[in-house]
């Protein structure tokens, strides 16, 4: 007894179909996320620059990631001298003052 079976091209043709799918969307989905995680920052960082930076921003996609990485970057990096230790401090007790903010600002602290 035989048990293999003919050929089936309209089987075929949808494996191959939903393999391609399977393989393809995830590239999709990956990229368009990334561009609306891209221009949500661009959009949002482009009005709060100067005057004179924000039609080279426009112009880039990806420029405002940029420069809120270079920004985070230079907070980072004062905030670790003595000055931004104590600036911190005093941030931390000013919002530990504060009612509503505190546990706001206790409960991010953790995530972060």
């Not at 221009?39 to 940029?66: C, H, K, M, W, Y």
Request: aromatic share 12%; net charge positive.
């Amino acid at each position: 007894m035989d048990s293999t079976r003919p050929f089936n091209f309209l089987a075929w043709l949808r494996n191959s179909f939903l393999a391609g799918v399977a393989l393809v969307l995830p590239f999709l989905v990956t990229g368009w996320l990334i561009w609306l995680v891209v221009s949500f920052i661009d959009n949002n960082v482009t009005p709060v620059l100067p005057a004179g930076l924000q039609p080279f921003v426009e112009r880039i996609p990806g420029a405002g990631v940029i420069i809120g990485l270079a920004t985070l970057t230079l907070v980072g990096a004062l905030a670790g001298n003595l000055f931004g230790r104590w600036l911190v401090g005093a941030a931390d007790q000013f919002i530990g003052s504060l009612p509503v903010a505190r546990t706001i600002y206790g409960g991010a602290k953790q995530v972060f």
